[in-house]
């Protein structure tokens, strides 16, 4: 199976390689320096303490991931988790995010968990497509609130149902595995 969990030491400098041109040669992520293998290795960890991490490989090659943490540190938001999915360029158009989150979004179901958020920046119609594909539907927009790549970029906000409300909600379990 081309889909597993990821592990900090061995995934961490090659989810770093997948992300790095989401940093560099675009404006799909926001930050401004492409973590190294250490910090993505920490990010891992970190996600996968909670919530969930997976790696799509090819060949023995990461060639893309998905990854889930919480929505926001209030302890309301705990049924809500945020996504999101990269893929390396080489990659692309080769329903690779589509797996991801095939594999990605029924973890979190398993959580307990209600909603599934991502942040889109836009433009960015592949990721919109993919997104509402799995029935994600916008909620917001956040105008003209990053400045990357020389332009000012709109993030979208999508939202996904992974489970219907109880009252109360069962609680959020931990980590689920594949």
């Excluded at 540190?73 to 990659?91: E, F, I, K, S, T």
């Excluded at 990721?127 to 993030?155: C, T």
Aim: charged fraction near 15%.
């Amino acid at each position: 199976m081309p889909i597993r969990h990821a592990d900090p030491e061995r995934d961490g400098a090659a989810c770093a390689a997948v992300y790095a041109p989401a940093v560099i040669d675009g404006y799909a992520s926001f930050e401004a320096v492409a973590p190294g293998a250490e910090d993505m290795a920490a990010r891992i960890a970190s996600a996968s303490s909670t919530h969930a991490w997976v790696v799509h490989e090819d060949g023995g090659r990461v060639t893309g991931y998905a990854y889930a943490g919480p929505h926001h540190v209030r302890a309301a938001y705990r049924w809500a988790a945020a996504v999101a999915v990269y893929v390396h360029p080489d990659h692309h158009r080769r329903g690779i995010g589509r797996e991801l989150y095939g594999a990605l979004l029924p973890l979190l179901t398993r959580q307990n968990l209600r909603w599934a958020c991502a942040g889109i920046t836009l433009p960015n119609p592949a990721s919109v497509a993919l997104h509402e594909s799995f029935g994600f539907a916008p909620v917001a927009v956040y105008s003209q609130i990053g400045f990357k790549a020389g332009a000012w970029h709109d993030v979208g906000w999508w939202q996904l149902e992974l489970g219907s409300a109880g009252t109360p909600p069962s609680e959020p379990l931990g980590p689920q595995r594949l």
